[in-house]
């Protein structure tokens, strides 16, 4: 019977050539939904690591700095580093924007303000070196498409970039570009200079602030407004061997903070962050499983009703239903195996083309095929019960 399963489909080589095509088409778009769910949690995961960090210090009752807005003194660092079990802290902000290129196009990018030498700063370089003047220098991530030497506009500055690196993203997966803390701060919190000079005039005019009795204090009303002392994080290690719980405890406690561990945070990211996207991402693979099914079951359903008289002489010489219903069950399991082999190829093929970070796993391929096989077993049942109920009256009727 495997080499009549195998005739059958040599006849209709073409209608099953071509549905196994589309079928792998479906599988592959399957698979790539797949690797996009798991590029995101991959790019959450990545984001945690090249933070190096074992505590998240933010504003208290918030889910910052990734999930939601989050704004702190920049002089609470001090503190920080004073609590016990604390190895190193450093300031950090963080804030998306469309970052000019020298081309004139703009790229969406995480701009992430950090402190030299200290837990923030990208791990690795592929090219290039660190920033090290303190203002107006950038390391970028190599999907910005930067290079070396270019000139970028943040907001009001130009930023040379010193160095690349790779595999810097945010949790949507867009590409890091980093500079210095101060530069940072000014770019995020500090107000254009017509604003600025709004805000002084608007201060010049009120009498509770501009008092005639009272010399300096507009000016100091005016100074303090005119830089920003602001950070969206902390970023805290650990000494090696202590809980990073329980060092987080007391500076939840004294410095009226909220901390989050490498747990906590990734809670954030992956349980709550990206939970939407996954449901949505499951509403799609569903509704592709059962279009898959569709598929199959019509094609094997059409070959079946065109070869009714063949099985009808099948079962006048004496062949078993068991036999019969095992040589559809295998077109159908050929079929499947023919659209998954076209769409891992298919997947692995555009996956790189993808906007963002698409992982496909091997666990995930694995899972993929024994659905599909699952698919076309459940798919053939309707051929086999047409091809069971034909009568072998009708190969001499």
Same mark, same amino acid.
């Given at each position: 019977?495997? *080499?009549?399963?195998?005739?059958?489909?040599?006849?209709?080589?073409?209608?099953?050539?071509?549905?196994?095509?589309?079928?792998?088409?479906?599988?592959?778009?399957?698979? #790539?939904?797949?690797?996009?769910?798991?590029?995101?949690?991959?790019?959450?995961?990545?984001?945690?690591?090249?933070?190096?960090?074992?505590?998240?210090?933010?504003?208290?009752?918030?889910?910052?700095?990734?999930?939601?807005?989050?704004?702190?003194?920049?002089?609470?660092?001090?503190?920080?580093?004073?609590?016990?079990?604390?190895?190193?802290?450093?300031?950090?902000?963080?804030?998306?924007?469309?970052?000019?290129?020298?081309?004139? #196009?703009?790229?969406?990018?995480?701009?992430?303000?950090?402190?030299?030498?200290?837990?923030?700063?990208?791990?690795?370089?592929?090219?290039?070196?660190?920033?090290?003047?303190?203002?107006?220098?950038?390391?970028?991530?190599?999907?910005?498409?930067?290079?070396?030497?270019?000139?970028?506009?943040?907001?009001?500055?130009?930023? #040379?970039?010193?160095?690349?690196?790779?595999?810097?993203? *945010?949790?949507?997966?867009?590409?890091?570009?980093?500079?210095?803390?101060?530069?940072?701060?000014?770019?995020?919190?500090?107000?254009?200079?017509?604003?600025?000079?709004?805000?002084?005039?608007?201060?010049?005019?009120?009498?509770?602030?501009?008092?005639?009795?009272?010399?300096?204090?507009?000016?100091?009303?005016?100074?303090?407004?005119?830089?920003?002392?602001?950070?969206?994080?902390?970023?805290?290690?650990?000494?090696?061997?202590?809980?990073?719980?329980?060092?987080?405890?007391?500076?939840?406690?004294?410095?009226?903070?909220?901390?989050? #561990?490498?747990?906590?945070?990734?809670?954030?990211?992956?349980?709550?962050?990206?939970?939407?996207?996954?449901?949505?991402?499951?509403?799609?693979?569903?509704?592709?499983?059962?279009?898959?099914?569709?598929?199959?079951?019509?094609?094997?359903?059409?070959?079946?009703?065109?070869?009714?008289?063949?099985?009808?002489?099948?079962?006048?010489?004496?062949?078993?239903?068991?036999?019969?219903?095992?040589?559809?069950?295998?077109?159908?399991?050929?079929?499947?195996?023919?659209?998954?082999?076209?769409?891992?190829?298919?997947?692995?093929?555009?996956?790189?083309?993808?906007?963002?970070?698409?992982?496909?796993?091997?666990?995930?391929?694995?899972?993929?095929?024994?659905?599909?096989?699952?698919?076309?077993?459940?798919? *053939?049942?309707?051929?086999?019960?047409?091809?069971?109920?034909?009568?072998?009256?009708?190969?001499?009727?």
């Amino acid at each position: 019977m495997i *080499s009549l399963a195998g005739r059958d489909i040599a006849h209709s080589a073409g209608k099953f050539a071509l549905t196994g095509l589309g079928l792998g088409l479906l599988i592959g778009v399957t698979l #790539t939904m797949a690797g996009v769910y798991r590029g995101m949690v991959d790019d959450a995961h990545a984001l945690l690591n090249n933070s190096n960090a074992d505590l998240w210090v933010v504003q208290k009752d918030t889910q910052g700095p990734y999930a939601e807005a989050s704004s702190i003194k920049d002089d609470a660092v001090r503190s920080v580093r004073g609590m016990p079990g604390v190895s190193r802290a450093s300031n950090v902000t963080y804030f998306t924007m469309q970052v000019q290129s020298p081309a004139g #196009t703009d790229v969406r990018a995480m701009v992430v303000g950090v402190e030299e030498g200290q837990p923030g700063e990208p791990g690795y370089l592929l090219a290039g070196r660190k920033t090290t003047r303190g203002h107006y220098e950038a390391v970028a991530d190599i999907k910005t498409g930067f290079s070396l030497g270019d000139r970028i506009q943040i907001r009001r500055h130009a930023f #040379t970039v010193v160095g690349i690196t790779q595999r810097m993203v *945010s949790s949507g997966g867009d590409p890091m570009v980093f500079v210095g803390i101060r530069d940072a701060q000014d770019a995020q919190f500090l107000k254009d200079n017509d604003a600025i000079l709004n805000d002084r005039a608007r201060n010049a005019s009120n009498p509770a602030i501009n008092r005639p009795g009272v010399p300096g204090l507009l000016e100091a009303v005016q100074a303090s407004q005119s830089g920003s002392h602001n950070v969206n994080a902390i970023l805290v290690q650990v000494v090696p061997g202590n809980d990073p719980e329980e060092v987080a405890a007391p500076i939840r406690r004294w410095k009226h903070l909220q901390v989050y #561990t490498r747990a906590g945070m990734e809670e954030i990211l992956v349980a709550k962050l990206i939970a939407t996207s996954a449901k949505q991402i499951g509403m799609f693979l569903v509704i592709l499983a059962i279009v898959s099914a569709a598929i199959v079951a019509f094609i094997i359903y059409t070959m079946t009703m065109g070869k009714l008289r063949e099985i009808a002489v099948l079962k006048l010489i004496g062949t078993r239903n068991i036999t019969i219903a095992n040589m559809i069950l295998q077109q159908a399991l050929g079929l499947g195996l023919i659209g998954f082999l076209v769409g891992k190829i298919a997947a692995t093929l555009w996956a790189p083309i993808f906007p963002k970070y698409v992982l496909l796993l091997n666990q995930d391929a694995v899972t993929g095929l024994l659905i599909t096989m699952g698919i076309c077993a459940i798919a *053939s049942t309707l051929a086999i019960r047409v091809a069971l109920m034909v009568d072998p009256g009708e190969a001499i009727g």
